[in-house]
C-alpha cells in the first residue's frame, strides 16, 4: 500500500533523473571558459592575466570582409596560346575560300571569264587583307574582356608565360571585339559586297556567325587555384598576447578590443583537447542539473504537490522541457542559426494554458537556464527571454478570444525589440546596430507563436487537457447534451444555469477556474433527463414519488448521477467536467427520503447506504463550490420572505452543514475562503430575489 501510495513520487523521481541523464548526454563535453563577459559591460572578475601565449584572432566578420576583399580587386591571369594562334587563322582563310569557290563562283554560271578573273582578283585582294589583320592582331595578342568590365581600357590581368607572371593592361592588344568589327571594314572596301548579295550575303554571314577565339586565354583552373590560395593565405589572427599580459582589470569595461582578446582566450581554453577528461566534465555538467531539477522538485513538493502526485502532469512537464532542451541542441549543433528563433515564449503559454502561473513559470525558467547554457551570451539570453515570457503569460490571460494569441504576438515581438536595444545601447553606446540579423531572428521566434492553437488542441487529446477554448464551446447551451437538458427538463436546466452563474461568480473570487466550473455546473445534472418526472422542478402538479417507498425514490433521485455520467461518455463530455456530475452531492444523504424514513420506522435501523450518494466527494475548489451551490439554489426556492437576515442564515446552514457532514475533507479550502464563499452567495441570492416595485393601478374615477 505504501508502494502505491507514494507511486507518483517515485514515478516523478525517476523522470527527473531519466532528464539529467539525457541532458548530460547530449550536453557539449569539451572544456568550457570560466569566465562570463559581454561586450559594453564591466568585467565583474578578478583583474585577469594570460594564462600562457595566444593569438588574437579576427572574427568571422572580419575574415569574411578580408575574402571579400580579395575576390572583388583579385586581378586574373590569363596564358598565350601560340598553337592555337596558326591554327585559327589557316581555319578561318579556308573556310573563306571554300565559301568562295564552292557556294559564290560556282553559281555565277552566265558570267563571262573575264568577269570572274575579276571577283577572283578582289576576293584574293580580301583574303590577304583578312590574313594580314590576323596575323598582325594575333601576333600581338588578342584578349577578350568579360562583358562586366565597363572601362575595358582599364582591364588589368596577369600574363603567364610558363615561368613568370606579368602585369598587363588591355590596351596593349587587341581586343577580340574590335577584330571582328574589322571584318566589316575589310568586307566595305574590297568591294565583294555585290557579289556577295547574289549569293544571300554568305561571306557576310560567316564573318558575323564565326566565333574567333582569342590567343590570350583565361585560365579558369588557375585563377581558381590562385584565388583559392589566396583566401586560405588570409590571417585569422592579428597580434599576440604574450604570458603574465594584463588583459583586463575588476571593473573596467570590456571594450572591442578586450572582447576579441577574452574570445581569443575563450576559443583556445575551449579548443584545447589535452588533458580533456571526459569523465569529469560530465560529473560537472551532472551536478548542476540534478540541483537544478532537485530545486525543481523541492519546489513543487512543497508548493504544488497536486502535481508531482499526478502521473499526467509529471509526464507533460518533463516532456516539455526535454522538447525545448532538444530544439536547442539540434539549432545549436546542426546549424548557423542563433537559438533565439526557437519561440522559447510558447512553452510558459502551453503551460499557463493549464496550469497555474507559479508553477508554470518555475518549470519555464528551469528550461530557460538549461537552454542559456547553449547562448552565445548568457546572462542576456535568460534575461530577455525570462522578461518576454512573463509578457506572453500576462498577455494571454484571457484565452476567451482565440484573436489574442495575435496580440500576444506583437506584445512578445516589441519586448524583444526593447530589451535587444537596450542591451545593445547599453553595450555600444550608439544607435547603429539597433537593427541586425538578431532582430529578425526574434521576429521569426515571435511569429512562431500562431502555433500556439494547434499545439494546445494537441495535448488537449493527448494528455486529455482541458483549455479555456473547449471550456467555451462546452458551455454553448446549443451543446447537445445540454440541448437535450433544456428539451426534457427544462425546470432542471434552469435550475442547472442559475446554479452556473452562482459557481462562475463565487469560483472567480475565491482564484479557482471558474470557466471549468461554469461549464460543471451546467452539465452537473445531465441525468435528470432520463427520469424527469422523479424531481419536483420538472413536475406538473402529479408526484411520483407518492407511489414509491423511500428507499425507491432515494434510489431514483441517486441514479440520476449514475445517469449523467453515461450521457456525459456518450457525449464525448471531458473527464475534468463529469467530475462535477459525480461529486456535485459527494457522499450526502437525500436527506428528505432519509429523514422520513426514520420518522416512519423510528425503532428500526436504516440501510443507510440506500440513502446515500455514491461520491467521491469533493477535490477541488471547483467542485466544492458547485455541491455549495446547487444545495443553496435548491433551498432558496423555499424561502417564504427574502431578507437579507433569512437569505444569510440559509447560506450559512447549509454550507457549515456540508462542512460538519467532512464534505469538504478532500478540498485544500480555507475558513476565510468559505466565509468568502458565504458572503458571495447571500449577495447573489438577494439579487436574484431582490423585491420588485409593485406599478400602480388606474383608479375608477380616473378612467
Given amino acids: 500500500m505504501k508502494f502505491k501510495k507514494y507511486s507518483v513520487i517515485i514515478y516523478a523521481i525517476i523522470l527527473f533523473l531519466l532528464s539529467v541523464a539525457f541532458v548530460v548526454y547530449i550536453f557539449p563535453k569539451e572544456k568550457k571558459f570560466q569566465y562570463s563577459f559581454s561586450q559594453g559591460s564591466p568585467w565583474l572578475h578578478e583583474n585577469l592575466i594570460a594564462p600562457f601565449n595566444f593569438p588574437v584572432y579576427k572574427s568571422d566578420e572580419e575574415i569574411t570582409q578580408e575574402q571579400d ?63 594580314n589583320l590576323l596575323q598582325e592582331t594575333f601576333n600581338k595578342g588578342v584578349i577578350e574582356i568579360p562583358d562586366s568590365i565597363s572601362e575595358p581600357h582599364k582591364f588589368r590581368f596577369y600574363l603567364y608565360d610558363g615561368k613568370i607572371s606579368k602585369l598587363n593592361y588591355a ?64 590571417a585569422t589572427s592579428r597580434g599576440m598576447v604574450q604570458k603574465g599580459e594584463l588583459i583586463i582589470q575588476k571593473g573596467h569595461i570590456v571594450g572591442m578590443h578586450e572582447n576579441k582578446v577574452l574570445l581569443s582566450l575563450k576559443k583556445e581554453v575551449e579548443t584545447d583537447v589535452s588533458n580533456v577528461n571526459h ?69 510558459p503559454l502551453l503551460l499557463f494554458t493549464f496550469y497555474r502561473f507559479n508553477v508554470s513559470f518555475i518549470v519555464f525558467l528551469a ?31 484571457n484565452t476567451r478570444k482565440r484573436s489574442q494569441i495575435f496580440i500576444s504576438t506583437i506584445y512578445v515581438f516589441i519586448t524583444y525589440i526593447v530589451l535587444h536595444s537596450g542591451f545593445i545601447l547599453m553595450k555600444q553606446g550608439d544607435f547603429s546596430d539597433l537593427i541586425s540579423n538578431e532582430v529578425y531572428i526574434y521576429g521569426i521566434s515571435s511569429a512562431l507563436l500562431v502555433l500556439y492553437l ?54 472567480r473570487e475565491l482564484g479557482g477556474n471558474y470557466l471549468l466550473a461554469r461549464a460543471g455546473a451546467l452539465y452537473h445534472d445531465i441525468g435528470k433527463s432520463v427520469n424527469p418526472e422523479c424531481f419536483i422542478e420538472n413536475q406538473d402538479g402529479a408526484n411520483i414519488h407518492d407511489k414509491l417507498d423511500y428507499e425507491e425514490s432515494a434510489q431514483k433521485i441517486i441514479s440520476h448521477v449514475e445517469l ?45 447506504t440506500n440513502f446515500r450518494y455514491p461520491g467521491p466527494k469533493p477535490n477541488n475548489i471547483e467542485t466544492v463550490v458547485m455541491m455549495m451551490a446547487d444545495a443553496i439554489e435548491a433551498a432558496s426556492r423555499t424561502l417564504d420572505v427574502y431578507s437579507p437576515e433569512s437569505i444569510d442564515k440559509l447560506v450559512s446552514v447549509i454550507i457549515d452543514s456540508q462542512l460538519n457532514a467532512g464534505q469538504y475533507d478532500d478540498v485544500d479550502i480555507t475558513l476565510k475562503q468559505i466565509s468568502q464563499a458565504k458572503r458571495i452567495f447571500a449577495q447573489k441570492i438577494s439579487n436574484i430575489y431582490h423585491s420588485r416595485i409593485v406599478y400602480p393601478e388606474i383608479n375608477a374615477k380616473n378612467n
Avoid at 453515461?566 to 463529469?578: M, N, R, T
Avoid at 428528505?592 to 416512519?600: G, Q
Fill in 69 to 131: 576583399s580579395i575576390r572583388i580587386n583579385f586581378i586574373p591571369y590569363y596564358v598565350y596560346d601560340s598553337v592555337a594562334i596558326k591554327l585559327a587563322v589557316d581555319d578561318y582563310v579556308i573556310k573563306l575560300e571554300d565559301i568562295w569557290q564552292n557556294e559564290i563562283i560556282a553559281n555565277l554560271e552566265e558570267t563571262g571569264n573575264f568577269k570572274k578573273n575579276l571577283l577572283q582578283k578582289k576576293f584574293a585582294s580580301y583574303i590577304i587583307l583578312v590574313d
Fill in 171 to 234: 590596351t596593349s592588344y587587341a581586343l577580340l571585339g574590335d577584330v571582328q568589327n574589322s571584318f566589316d571594314d575589310i568586307y566595305i572596301k574590297s568591294g565583294l559586297s555585290e557579289t556577295d548579295s547574289l549569293a544571300g550575303f554568305k561571306i557576310k554571314n560567316y564573318n558575323n556567325s564565326h566565333k574567333l577565339l582569342p590567343s590570350i586565354i583565361y585560365d579558369k583552373n588557375m585563377n581558381k587555384n590562385i584565388l583559392s590560395s589566396l583566401l586560405d593565405a588570409v
Fill in 367 to 397: 528550461s530557460i537556464l538549461i537552454a542559456g547554457f547553449f547562448a552565445a551570451n548568457n546572462f542576456e539570453f535568460v534575461f530577455i527571454q525570462t522578461i518576454a515570457g512573463l509578457v506572453a503569460m500576462f498577455s494571454l490571460r
Fill in 564 to 608: 449523467g455520467v453515461e450521457i456525459a461518455k456518450k457525449h464525448k463530455i471531458p473527464a475534468q467536467v463529469i467530475d462535477f456530475i459525480t461529486m456535485h452531492h459527494g457522499t450526502s444523504l437525500t436527506k428528505y427520503f432519509y429523514n422520513s424514513w426514520i420518522n416512519e420506522n423510528p425503532n428500526l435501523t436504516p440501510n443507510i
Fill in 279 to 347: 569523465a569529469i566534465i560530465s560529473f560537472g555538467i551532472s551536478l548542476l542539473f540534478l540541483s537544478l531539477y532537485f530545486i525543481l522538485f523541492l519546489y513543487l513538493f512543497y508548493h504544488d504537490r497536486k502535481i508531482l502526485n499526478s502521473f499526467k502532469a509529471n509526464t507533460f512537464f518533463t516532456l516539455q522541457m526535454l522538447l525545448l532542451i532538444v530544439s536547442v541542441v539540434i539549432i545549436f549543433k546542426y546549424t548557423d542559426i542563433s537559438i533565439n528563433v526557437i519561440p522559447f515564449t510558447l512553452i
Fill in 454 to 507: 494547434p499545439i494546445v488542441y494537441l495535448y488537449e487529446k493527448i494528455f486529455g487537457f482541458l483549455s479555456d477554448f473547449t471550456l467555451m464551446e462546452l458551455c454553448d447551451t446549443n451543446n447537445p447534451a445540454l440541448r437535450q437538458l433544456s428539451e426534457k427538463t427544462p425546470g432542471t436546466f434552469q435550475h442547472s444555469v442559475q446554479v452556473a452563474n452562482l459557481v462562475e461568480s463565487v469560483t
